[in-house]
């Protein structure tokens, strides 16, 4: 293989990794961050305190995650089959991580939003601040540093279940380097695609931290 | 007299506050009962864990209570949840030992905030903000975030923030035990002057004396979830008759007993003859000579209130012309002793 055509491979892999990691991060919040503030909420020591719920929730959460990827990845094939006609590619492997990470991001959301101070959210229960203006107003904002850093973490973890999935058929970087290193013992063509994997996830965290400390006000 | 017809803007009725915890059942407050006229700064004070913050937050609904009821400006508190609740709560605002400032918003945002949640158009909330923030004397620091302002200056954002509903109640929970004595001169003054100019009932949660000295007009000590003793300062320090409320006057009543001897007299200055030198007209005019033991004045709303024990001479008419004197001059006088 000359240079142009591993090149072209990589840059056409690379971007599939990225597709498939932004938008499951974006779904994966889309789920878990409602799911994460409720949880905190419902807490007995949050604001809205209702214990069946939470408990129901927390259950649900810990199967979710219990479930090893590969094989809830399996299990819900059925889901992208369903709604865009192919258990199989990049679009159809996207479905499919954010059904596996949304649980994982709702206890991040959950931690961040906990480490709320309780001092400001009793004083904006003083000052007459109902539940939902206390989650947009209070908690969410407060705890935005803390929720970006989450959100790296989850980025990051996401794109390496994009790259566990390349051995059901996902595309993207960890595609290339299952195919090629394993099935094909080009051993080189694995490493590029694992030093790419890397560098990604290396900027992701970078991105996350710097951001972080850029809106903290503290 | 004419107070006590007086409707209370918040009137306390048998509350009573059982947690459950672990341990058991813990009363943090036990059937309390106050009465707060409109206008007054009312002080609250007692040791930790007499139930002064429990009592704060039951005020304002934070808590709910066991049992009992609040009545605020004729509604009563308990009674009213949702909406209704948050609705009656901005006018009832509160500043805090930590105050509770949002970290993530600057100055005049935070002052915002209040007005954000109820609705306020964004420039209407942005002008009176700044009124406030002039009001309290930090205009200046619109711009910043409470993490580049000292402990005094956050208490001045969140006193103009409690104040930006307009309400008729600042509820202040040991909001000068985190500032340094200067500093708490310096916002017991800001909230005196906020009093004077707009009317506002101060409800004050403490457990320094000195603070209560300084700005109230009532107090309340508050011992293990009930009132010990309520009624004006000037009665309190002068007449302190409960075992909490001598504490907190005489705080150093133990070392002064040592003094007490033989002979010896309380004399109690309760504000009505500071401008007469009583006490030195007395040793002339009966020609007798005193010892004194223990002195301690305070001034308290321009008046000096305070104590003091003397030795009387050894003559018992001298020492009977003597008290003769004070009682004549509308000094009360006691004996004392060690078993105070």
């Given at each position: 293989?000359?240079?142009?055509?591993?090149?072209?491979?990589?840059?056409?892999?690379?971007?599939?990794?990225?597709?498939?990691?932004?938008?499951?991060?974006?779904?994966?919040?889309?789920?878990?961050?409602?799911?994460?503030?409720?949880?905190?909420?419902?807490?007995?020591?949050?604001i809205?305190?209702?214990?069946?719920?939470?408990?129901?929730?927390?259950?649900?959460?810990?199967?979710?995650?219990?479930?090893?990827?590969?094989?809830?990845?399996?299990?819900?094939?059925?889901?992208?089959?369903?709604?865009?006609?192919?258990?199989?590619?990049?679009?159809?492997?996207?479905?499919?991580?954010?059904?596996?990470?949304?649980?994982?991001?709702?206890?991040?959301?959950?931690?961040?939003?906990?480490?709320v101070d309780?001092g400001v959210i009793e004083a904006a229960q003083s000052m007459g601040a109902s539940t939902f203006q206390i989650i947009y107003k209070v908690l969410i904002p407060e705890a935005m540093?803390?929720?970006?850093?989450?959100?790296?973490?989850?980025?990051?973890?996401?794109?390496?279940?994009?790259?566990?999935?390349?051995?059901?058929?996902?595309?993207?970087?960890?595609?290339?380097?299952?195919?090629?290193?394993?099935?094909?013992?080009?051993?080189?063509?694995?490493?590029?695609?694992?030093?790419?994997?890397?560098?990604?996830?290396?900027?992701?965290?970078?991105?996350?931290?710097?951001?972080?400390?850029?809106i903290?006000k503290r | 007299?004419?107070?006590?017809?007086?409707?209370?803007i918040i009137?306390?009725?048998?509350?009573?506050?059982?947690?459950?915890?672990?341990?058991?059942?813990?009363?943090?407050?036990?059937?309390?009962?106050?009465?707060?006229?409109d206008g007054?700064i009312?002080?609250?004070?007692?040791?930790?864990?007499?139930?002064?913050?429990?009592?704060?937050?039951?005020i304002n609904a934070l808590?709910?209570?066991?049992?009992?009821?609040?009545?605020f400006n004729g509604k009563?508190l308990?009674?009213i949840s949702g909406d209704e609740l948050n609705k009656t709560r901005r006018s009832m605002s509160m500043i805090f030992?930590q105050f509770n400032l949002l970290s993530q918003r600057n100055v005049l945002s935070n002052v915002c905030f209040p007005l954000e949640i109820s609705g306020v158009p964004k420039r209407v909330a942005k002008k009176k903000a700044l009124e406030l923030l002039e009001l309290v004397g930090i205009k200046d620091k619109a711009k910043n975030y409470p993490s580049q302002l000292s402990?005094g200056q956050k208490q001045r954002v969140a006193i103009a923030r409690a104040l930006a509903t307009d309400p008729k109640v600042l509820l202040c929970d040991?909001a000068?035990?985190?500032?340094?004595?200067?500093?708490?001169?310096s916002i017991?003054s800001l909230l005196k002057d906020i009093h004077a100019r707009l009317g506002i009932t101060i409800v004050?949660?403490?457990?320094?004396?000195?603070?209560?000295?300084?700005?109230?007009?009532?107090?309340?000590?508050?011992?293990?979830?009930?009132?010990?003793?309520?009624?004006?300062?000037?009665?309190?320090?002068?007449?302190?008759?409960?075992?909490?409320?001598?504490?907190?006057?005489?705080?150093?009543?133990?070392?002064?007993?040592?003094?007490?001897?033989?002979?010896?007299?309380?004399?109690?200055?309760?504000?009505?003859?500071?401008?007469?030198?009583?006490?030195?007209?007395?040793?002339?005019?009966?020609?007798?000579?005193?010892?004194?033991?223990?002195?301690?004045?305070?001034?308290?709303?321009?008046?000096?209130?305070?104590?003091?024990?003397?030795?009387?001479?050894?003559?018992?008419?001298?020492?009977?012309?003597?008290?003769?004197?004070?009682?004549?001059?509308?000094?009360?006088?006691?004996?004392?002793?060690?078993?105070?």
């Amino acid at each position: 293989m000359n240079f142009n055509v591993i090149f072209n491979l990589m840059l056409t892999e690379t971007g599939r990794s990225l597709f498939m990691t932004a938008f499951a991060t974006i779904g994966a919040y889309l789920l878990g961050l409602p799911l994460g503030v409720l949880l905190s909420i419902t807490d007995k020591d949050g604001i809205k305190p209702l214990s069946a719920l939470n408990w129901l929730m927390g259950l649900f959460i810990n199967i979710m995650r219990a479930v090893p990827f590969l094989i809830l990845a399996v299990v819900v094939i059925p889901i992208p089959r369903f709604l865009i006609g192919t258990g199989l590619g990049y679009q159809a492997m996207t479905i499919t991580l954010v059904i596996a990470s949304f649980a994982f991001v709702a206890r991040l959301v959950e931690n961040s939003i906990k480490d709320v101070d309780k001092g400001v959210i009793e004083a904006a229960q003083s000052m007459g601040a109902s539940t939902f203006q206390i989650i947009y107003k209070v908690l969410i904002p407060e705890a935005m540093p803390s929720l970006v850093l989450g959100a790296a973490i989850a980025a990051t973890t996401i794109l390496g279940f994009s790259a566990m999935a390349g051995i059901l058929g996902g595309d993207g970087l960890g595609f290339v380097a299952i195919t090629y290193g394993y099935f094909r013992w080009q051993r080189d063509i694995m490493w590029i695609a694992v030093a790419l994997l890397i560098i990604l996830v290396m900027i992701g965290q970078f991105a996350g931290n710097f951001i972080a400390r850029k809106i903290d006000k503290r | 007299m004419e107070q006590q017809k007086k409707t209370p803007i918040i009137g306390i009725k048998n509350l009573s506050k059982i947690f459950q915890t672990k341990g058991g059942e813990v009363t943090a407050l036990e059937d309390f009962s106050l009465d707060i006229n409109d206008g007054d700064i009312y002080g609250v004070i007692g040791m930790s864990g007499a139930g002064k913050s429990t009592l704060v937050r039951c005020i304002n609904a934070l808590e709910k209570p066991t049992s009992g009821s609040v009545i605020f400006n004729g509604k009563d508190l308990m009674a009213i949840s949702g909406d209704e609740l948050n609705k009656t709560r901005r006018s009832m605002s509160m500043i805090f030992q930590q105050f509770n400032l949002l970290s993530q918003r600057n100055v005049l945002s935070n002052v915002c905030f209040p007005l954000e949640i109820s609705g306020v158009p964004k420039r209407v909330a942005k002008k009176k903000a700044l009124e406030l923030l002039e009001l309290v004397g930090i205009k200046d620091k619109a711009k910043n975030y409470p993490s580049q302002l000292s402990g005094g200056q956050k208490q001045r954002v969140a006193i103009a923030r409690a104040l930006a509903t307009d309400p008729k109640v600042l509820l202040c929970d040991e909001a000068t035990s985190a500032l340094d004595p200067t500093t708490t001169a310096s916002i017991l003054s800001l909230l005196k002057d906020i009093h004077a100019r707009l009317g506002i009932t101060i409800v004050i949660i403490t457990h320094e004396m000195g603070v209560i000295e300084k700005i109230c007009s009532h107090v309340a000590v508050l011992e293990d979830g009930h009132i010990a003793e309520s009624g004006s300062v000037e009665q309190i320090f002068t007449h302190p008759k409960s075992a909490a409320a001598r504490k907190l006057v005489y705080p150093d009543e133990g070392m002064r007993n040592r003094y007490v001897g033989e002979r010896c007299i309380r004399i109690v200055f309760d504000g009505s003859s500071s401008y007469e030198p009583v006490f030195s007209n007395m040793i002339l005019d009966c020609n007798v000579i005193v010892n004194i033991m223990f002195a301690d004045m305070k001034d308290i709303e321009g008046k000096a209130l305070g104590h003091m024990i003397v030795q009387l001479p050894k003559d018992e008419l001298q020492a009977e012309k003597a008290i003769a004197y004070l009682r004549a001059k509308g000094i009360p006088v006691e004996e004392a002793n060690n078993e105070l």
